[in-house]
């Protein structure tokens, strides 16, 4: 496996993890150029272990670039996480791609995620301090990236339903008034990616 880095997901990122709290990792590797080109590699895969305490999520490079390109949140605040444990050039090229990619089609899959999560979990507990949480801290970091404050990891303390509705309502206008494109730049992604399995041929 070729490990272009790791970073550090979850509670974590954001601070909010006590001595409960799993550790998740964000992998991101490459598939030999040659394998592909023969035919024998698998890119556009993932996979995941659970290892103890520690969750572990690894994506072949190719899929964290069509989920980046796709506005994915997840893959978002993966390779943006503040906390990183392994990076090489490759790894920083990424990230910084994406920091300056920033694009208005995050907000669907921010949006369906946290309607979801609400859904699922708020609907039937109301006092799930811990979804709660989770969802504040992803719609404020929905929030920053679409009125222009780029990536923030910021930690959530307490918060009431109410919290989470006003933040919705806020998440909405972020998108109407967003002044970011409507998606990233596809070809500077494409064009890195491709230096990338040149340079590993």
């Known amino acids: 496996?070729?490990?272009?880095?790791?970073?550090?997901?979850?509670?974590?990122?954001?601070?909010?993890?006590?001595?409960?709290?799993?550790?998740d990792l964000f992998i991101v590797d490459v598939e030999n150029t040659s394998n592909i080109l023969k035919g024998i590699g698998n890119a556009r895969k993932s996979k995941s272990y659970t290892i103890g305490k520690i969750d572990i999520v690894i994506h072949e490079v190719e899929k964290v670039v069509n989920q980046l390109i796709d506005g994915n949140i997840n893959y978002i605040v993966g390779i943006l996480s503040p906390l990183n444990i392994y990076t090489n050039k490759y790894f920083d090229e990424l990230k910084e791609i994406t920091k300056n990619n920033l694009a208005k089609n995050c907000y669907?899959?921010?949006n369906g995620?946290?309607?979801?999560?609400?859904?699922r979990y708020l609907s039937q507990n109301p006092n799930d301090e811990k979804r709660k949480k989770l969802i504040m801290r992803t719609l404020n970091f929905g929030i920053n990236i679409l009125n222009g404050s780029g990536v923030v990891f910021n930690k959530v303390d307490d918060i009431s339903l109410d919290d989470i509705k006003r933040s919705f309502s806020e998440l909405e206008e972020a998108y109407k008034n967003s002044k970011l494109p409507d998606k990233p730049n596809e070809d500077i992604f494409r064009e890195w990616l491709y230096k990338l399995r040149k340079d590993l041929l």
């Open 108 to 110: 669907y899959s921010i």
């Open 1 to 23: 496996m070729n490990i272009l880095g790791i970073n550090v997901i979850g509670s974590h990122a954001w601070n909010m993890n006590n001595e409960n709290s799993d550790l």
């Open 113 to 119: 995620w946290i309607r979801g999560n609400y859904d």
